[in-house]
């Protein structure tokens, strides 16, 4: 088809889904929305709440120098674990709905103050974000319900740990709470061993996180991610995706928050996902249902599809950073209407439209993320990036100093492109970046390259 009349196609189709969704009684006038959050993540719902009819503001609570720069937004200065903070906002200010994107106020309790007010909110209450917020939780939880995952044991005394691991070679080792996706070690030897707990366990790298450590079979396979938008009953699905968590090119290195991802991932074909669906979303829902939690938002699936089948090797409570990106690129329904019947406790659309081709989202970082790095440096050549076709810079760790845009975080850009197919959007997502500089900045070169060898 001509990309001009697909293009047409795409946004009367958008154009149609939302106006039956205005129409709905679950809507009526335009809505203010406030979401949770500074990071790419943020930035890619943001940009794409902007393009809803259904929206008139958007506020989000911190932002970023780039956030605040998109259509409809306002950026407030509340952090994101300011939740009292963010439910008085969104109180006096009758918010519609609010989208969380961190998992650090999900698990502080943030839906279960809003619900408390009587604000709609997206994403899991207290009691559920435990599925991420607790690794020991999460594990105990799959076997106790019959989740395929790798077999372990949990410790809270870092001798038992060492001893345990070193017995049962090779293994991997996680900080049993938020640990900004850096929380896992991967040990092949006595030496990673050792590491492994020093970091964890005695230098507390991650803080009380690592007061308790999963220890658990290493799997073999290729990693992706399967996530869900659920009531806690019915669900519908994203398109699966693969992240990038080591930080150099070939995975290999230390493990980061995310270093780029892509949509969709062919590795999950219609016989896994049926699997997935069958044998991991439905059980871990029931399951939750059982423990008395009711699950109201985006539930992430971090699978090893290994010889025998998928396994789950985490979960998380929120849409994915930088999976995200790629999946707002390519979204084509109105996401609007199906978050708030969500928060509503009520899911009613059955399917999502997503448009044809895929997206590839590659992160730009600071140097010497994802140790110690430096911010404040001067960002250039973004203007240039952005009036690429079909390419959208989303800003995860930037500020704005007197207009100049510069560094404040680790992961600084997720520069994002959508083409007809994978290799054209790699190509396209790499042509972007290739316009962007600033001091020290590095990236990986492989984002969406296994597959291209796969398939």
Same mark, same amino acid.
């Given at each position: 088809?001509?990309?001009?009349?697909?293009?047409?196609?795409?946004?009367?189709?958008?154009?149609?889904?939302?106006? *039956?969704?205005?129409?709905?009684?679950?809507?009526?006038?335009?809505?203010?929305?406030?979401?949770?959050?500074?990071?790419?993540?943020?930035?890619?719902?943001?940009?794409?709440?902007?393009?809803?009819?259904?929206?008139?503001?958007?506020?989000?609570?911190?932002?970023?120098?780039?956030? %605040?720069?998109?259509?409809?937004?306002?950026?407030?200065?509340?952090?994101?674990?300011?939740?009292?903070?963010?439910?008085?906002?969104?109180?006096?200010?009758? &918010?519609?709905?609010? &989208?969380?994107?961190?998992?650090?106020?999900?698990?502080?309790?943030?839906?279960?103050?809003?619900?408390?007010?009587?604000?709609?909110?997206?994403?899991?209450?207290?009691?559920?974000?435990?599925?991420?917020?607790?690794?020991?939780?999460?594990?105990?939880?799959?076997? *106790?319900?019959?989740?395929?995952?790798?077999?372990?044991?949990?410790?809270?005394?870092?001798?038992?740990?060492?001893?345990?691991?070193?017995?049962?070679?090779?293994?991997?080792?996680?900080?049993?709470?938020?640990?900004?996706?850096?929380?896992?070690?991967? %040990?092949?030897?006595?030496?990673?061993?050792?590491?492994?707990?020093?970091?964890?366990?005695?230098?507390?790298?991650?803080?009380?996180?690592?007061?308790?450590?999963?220890?658990?079979? @290493?799997?073999?396979?290729?990693?992706?991610?399967?996530?869900?938008?659920?009531?806690?009953?019915?669900?519908?699905?994203?398109?699966?995706?693969?992240?990038?968590?080591?930080?150099?090119?070939?995975?290999?290195?230390?493990?980061?928050?995310?270093?780029?991802?892509?949509?969709?991932?062919?590795?999950?074909?219609?016989? &896994?996902?049926?699997?997935?669906?069958?044998?991991?979303?439905?059980? %871990?829902?029931?399951?939750? *249902?059982?423990?008395?939690? &009711?699950?109201?938002?985006?539930?992430?699936?971090?699978?090893?599809?290994?010889?025998?089948?998928?396994?789950?090797?985490? @979960?998380?409570?929120? @849409?994915?950073?930088?999976?995200?990106?790629?999946?707002?690129?390519?979204?084509?329904?109105?996401?609007?209407?199906?978050?708030?019947?969500?928060?509503?406790?009520?899911?009613?659309?059955?399917?999502?439209?997503?448009?044809?081709?895929?997206?590839? %989202?590659?992160?730009?970082?600071?140097?010497?993320?994802?140790?110690?790095?430096?911010?404040?440096?001067?960002?250039?050549?973004?203007?240039?990036?952005? *009036?690429?076709?079909?390419?959208?810079?989303?800003?995860?760790?930037?500020?704005?100093?007197?207009?100049?845009?510069?560094?404040?975080?680790?992961?600084?850009?997720?520069?994002?492109?959508?083409?007809?197919?994978?290799?054209?959007?790699?190509?396209?997502?790499?042509?972007?970046?290739?316009?962007?500089?600033?001091?020290?900045?590095?990236?990986?070169?492989?984002?969406?390259?296994?597959?291209?060898?796969?398939?």
């Amino acid at each position: 088809m001509n990309p001009v009349v697909e293009l047409w196609l795409s946004r009367l189709r958008r154009d149609n889904l939302a106006k *039956k969704a205005s129409q709905s009684p679950l809507l009526g006038k335009k809505m203010e929305i406030l979401v949770v959050g500074s990071g790419g993540r943020e930035d890619a719902l943001v940009w794409n709440l902007g393009q809803s009819p259904l929206v008139s503001k958007i506020y989000c609570g911190p932002g970023n120098g780039g956030i %605040c720069s998109r259509p409809k937004t306002e950026c407030l200065s509340i952090k994101a674990d300011d939740i009292f903070g963010l439910a008085d906002f969104a109180q006096e200010n009758r &918010i519609d709905l609010t &989208i969380v994107g961190p998992e650090a106020p999900l698990v502080a309790g943030i839906s279960d103050l809003f619900e408390k007010r009587g604000l709609k909110i997206f994403g899991p209450k207290k009691k559920a974000a435990q599925l991420e917020g607790s690794k020991i939780f999460a594990k105990n939880f799959m076997k *106790k319900y019959g989740i395929p995952t790798a077999d372990f044991e949990n410790f809270s005394k870092p001798e038992k740990a060492k001893e345990y691991a070193l017995k049962n070679l090779p293994i991997v080792i996680k900080a049993d709470g938020l640990a900004g996706g850096k929380g896992v070690v991967v %040990c092949f030897n006595r030496d990673d061993v050792l590491k492994a707990i020093e970091r964890l366990m005695l230098k507390k790298e991650f803080g009380v996180s690592g007061n308790r450590v999963v220890v658990e079979k @290493f799997l073999e396979g290729e990693e992706a991610t399967f996530m869900i938008l659920t009531d806690g009953e019915k669900f519908i699905t994203l398109l699966p995706t693969q992240d990038h968590k080591a930080v150099f090119d070939g995975d290999k290195g230390e493990n980061t928050g995310g270093m780029g991802a892509y949509a969709p991932a062919p590795i999950i074909d219609a016989q &896994i996902k049926k699997e997935v669906q069958e044998k991991i979303v439905k059980p %871990c829902l029931a399951g939750l *249902k059982k423990e008395r939690i &009711i699950y109201k938002g985006c539930l992430y699936f971090g699978l090893m599809l290994t010889k025998t089948g998928p396994r789950v090797l985490e @979960f998380n409570c929120r @849409f994915g950073d930088p999976e995200s990106q790629p999946l707002m690129m390519l979204l084509e329904s109105d996401i609007v209407p199906i978050l708030k019947e969500i928060a509503e406790g009520k899911l009613l659309t059955k399917e999502i439209r997503w448009r044809n081709g895929a997206a590839v %989202c590659v992160i730009m970082a600071a140097g010497g993320y994802p140790g110690k790095y430096e911010i404040g440096k001067e960002i250039k050549g973004l203007e240039e990036a952005e *009036k690429m076709k079909d390419v959208v810079v989303f800003s995860a760790g930037i500020r704005k100093e007197n207009g100049i845009l510069k560094t404040a975080g680790g992961r600084v850009l997720g520069v994002t492109a959508r083409g007809r197919g994978l290799k054209e959007a790699i190509a396209l997502a790499y042509q972007a970046v290739a316009k962007i500089h600033f001091e020290g900045e590095h990236h990986r070169t492989d984002i969406g390259k296994k597959a291209l060898e796969k398939f």
